[in-house]
């Protein structure tokens, strides 16, 4: 199993519409979670951190399910320029080894 | 200030050369993190550093590769030799403490023919 598994979609939207991708993670003892975005060709960006309580940030909404081992992002009123793939992290067990998801790509149309 | 630098950009080589991947970490960031992207395999952790000391190698695929980190600035990623399967994008990043979010380079696009 891996460490860190999402669904690759890809997901195809229309402008405005709400979209949600879910993570899971394998490692119990995992900390510390995060949302990064990459676009095509480009390096992975930061696009938020994954608070237990829940987080917001704009358009874009971050959970954390610590009983079911699962993270989730929701994005609201989907813009063009959201379309890239979105990549979900987990720290390991002291917080220094770093997981990435393989992404889920999201393509969103006019 | 500056971002994770990362040299060179691109890279293409033959077969059986040494090829050398450079990065300089953010600077007053303690850990320094490789790692590999492809379209099948995803984005691999192939090891990190933290205070210029290995912690954790298990994701380099073989004695081929090798990384250095010899002082806080500056680290080096080595594949002697190089093999056509090792064409990826490889990603160097750096973080400020445990528990924090990783800073990303540019990558290097390595090509080997």
């Known amino acids: 199993r891996k460490e860190v598994e999402q669904d690759p979609g890809p997901f195809n939207v229309p402008e405005g519409a709400t979209v949600a991708f879910n993570c899971t993670y394998s490692?119990?003892?995992?900390?510390?979670f995060f949302w990064y975005r990459q676009d095509c060709r480009k390096e992975p960006k930061l696009l938020m951190s994954?608070?237990?309580s829940g987080n917001e940030d704009g358009r874009f909404t971050a959970q954390l399910n610590r009983a079911s081992q699962y993270i989730s992002l929701l994005i609201r009123d989907s813009k063009l320029s959201d379309s890239a793939t979105y990549l979900c992290?987990?720290?390991?067990?002291?917080?220094?080894?770093?997981?990435f998801g393989a992404g889920t790509r999201l393509f969103v149309k006019a | 200030d500056a971002g994770v630098i990362q040299s060179p950009r691109h890279e293409v080589t033959e077969m059986g050369q040494e090829v050398t991947l450079r990065c300089k970490p953010i600077?007053?960031?303690?850990?320094l993190f490789w790692y590999r992207q492809t379209m099948m395999r995803g984005l691999e952790l192939l090891i990190y550093?933290?205070?210029?000391?290995?912690?954790?190698d298990s994701g380099m695929p073989e004695d081929r590769f090798s990384a250095k980190m010899p002082n806080a600035s500056f680290s080096t990623l080595k594949i002697q030799p190089s093999e056509p399967r090792d064409s990826a994008v490889y990603f160097c990043?750096?973080?400020?403490?445990?528990?924090?979010?990783?800073?990303f380079g540019n990558g290097t696009r390595l090509t080997v023919t």
């Open positions: 990043a750096s973080s400020r403490q445990n528990n924090s979010p990783l800073h």
């Open positions: 490692n119990s003892a995992s900390q510390s």
């Open positions: 994954v608070y237990s």
């Open positions: 992290v987990a720290l390991g067990t002291g917080g220094f080894k770093t997981i």
């Open positions: 600077s007053g960031h303690n850990s």
């Open positions: 550093f933290n205070n210029n000391v290995p912690i954790d």
